[in-house]
């Protein structure tokens, strides 16, 4: 994680008049202008034991350097590929923010970087985080990184580098920006691209209970502009949960899942269903002449999935475009296959059930029926 509050802040010290904004000599300082060196530096200290619980035995050196450091020796086999993806958690922080909650966002940064990886049957294996935020709060700072280290240890990566900094002007007090960097490795002749996806897969989903960091620009008009509730309000009528609680549910982290069954049986593709929803993502993992058919009846998804499309009369083709509906990933396999694959992620914790299938003489595309 970030051994420092920015990069320009490595090596100088904390004094009373960093803090006061006035220097020994009546001049300018850094503080005056917005950045409290002392309060990044107090940050950090508090992060240190978080960052080195997420390490893996992989792991060279310690934080405050000036870079991460990873021994591959023996991952991969002989020919391993190094697999990276990079993403954020959108507008889910503005929800954080009013919601004063940063315990469990930098979960979702986690498993919107893993998650992509897996779709390649990489296994995670190291991750740096970017932090920016109008006034560092050491005390935000702590649970932001602590939730990106329980993420990194449900995943079983490596925290192992990172940056923290502070924008005045740029940002308010109390804003904050989450941006996550993973790299994986896979063998060579065991990457996944869905070329060999053929008619009669079937399509293996894994169920998502909320909406992990996708669609909460729709979501906010729709609870809090169109339908005028706030934060602490009931969810829908006679749920237990607040609107905060639904918003704020940590994504579910499937890759160390979803490589058990790429351990345990075939799988052709498989799809992270994020931004575009199921159409927008399982297209991508098609192979050429081949549809997806996704039969609706298949899944219940969850409730808040309805609340948002009744507040706003939105149309079903929109909802499936925007959200994931309940289903957080797509695993397309031989239909001998589905059986192994669907206990392999019960083992895990996951109802995965059969959702769909793959037709020929087709062009790409993804129909949802039902």
């Known amino acids: 994680m970030p051994v420092t509050p920015s990069s320009r802040h490595r090596t100088r010290n ?17 503080a005056a202008a917005g950045v409290d060196i002392g309060a990044g530096e107090r940050a950090v200290d508090r ?12 792991v060279v050196g310690d934080i405050g350097g ?29 929800v954080a923010t009013a919601a004063q909650r940063f315990d469990t966002i930098g979960i979702d ?3 919107m970087c893993v998650d992509d990886l897996v779709c390649t049957g990489a296994e995670p294996l190291f991750f740096l985080d970017y932090v920016s935020v109008g006034v ?7 649970a932001l990184v602590g939730g990106v280290a329980e993420g990194c240890r449900m995943a079983g990566c490596a925290l192992v ?11 308010e007090a109390g804003e904050f920006d989450l941006v996550g960097f993973s790299v994986g490795v896979v063998a060579a002749d065991a990457v996944i691209t869905g070329e060999k996806v053929a008619p009669g897969d079937v399509l293996v989903g894994i169920p998502s209970p909320g909406l992990r960091s996708n669609g909460y620009s729709l979501a906010r008009r729709l609870f809090f502009d169109v339908a005028g509730r706030a934060l602490d309000d009931p969810a829908w009528v006679g749920a237990t949960r607040t609107i905060a609680d639904e918003l704020l549910q940590p994504s579910v982290i499937y890759a160390p899942a979803v490589l058990a069954a790429i351990a345990e049986a075939e799988v052709h593709a498989v799809a992270h269903i994020t931004g575009g929803g199921i159409p927008g993502n399982l297209n991508r993992v098609l192979a050429s002449g081949t549809d997806a058919v996704v039969d ?3 899944w219940e998804p969850p409730r808040v999935f309805t609340e948002l499309r009744e507040i706003g009369s939105v149309a079903v083709d929109e909802m499936d475009r925007v959200f994931n509906m309940g289903i957080g990933m797509i695993l397309t396999v031989p239909p001998s296959a589905s059986d192994s694959v669907v206990s392999t992620l019960a083992d895990h914790g996951h109802l995965a059930t059969v959702v769909g299938e793959i037709v020929g003489d087709g062009s790409g595309e993804v129909r949802i029926e039902g």
């Not at 240190?48 to 893996?56: A, D, E, N």
């Not at 000036?66 to 503005?94: E, N």
């Not at 580098?161 to 940002?171: F, I, K, L, Q, S």
């Open 109 to 111: 940064l986690v498993a």
């Open 14 to 30: 904390v004094n009373a008049d960093d803090v006061t904004g006035s220097g020994a000599s009546g001049g300018e300082t850094y």
């Open 161 to 171: 580098g990172g940056e923290m900094a502070e924008h005045p002007g740029a940002m």
């Open 66 to 94: 000036f870079g991460g450091m990873f021994d591959m020796t023996g991952l991969g086999g002989s020919r391993p590929l190094l697999v990276s993806s990079t993403d954020g958690v959108g507008t889910k922080a503005m």
């Open 296 to 298: 609706r009846q298949s």
């Open 47 to 58: 992060i240190k034991g978080i960052v080195q619980s997420t390490y893996r035995s992989e």
């Open 136 to 142: 560092l709060d050491p005390e935000h700072m702590t």
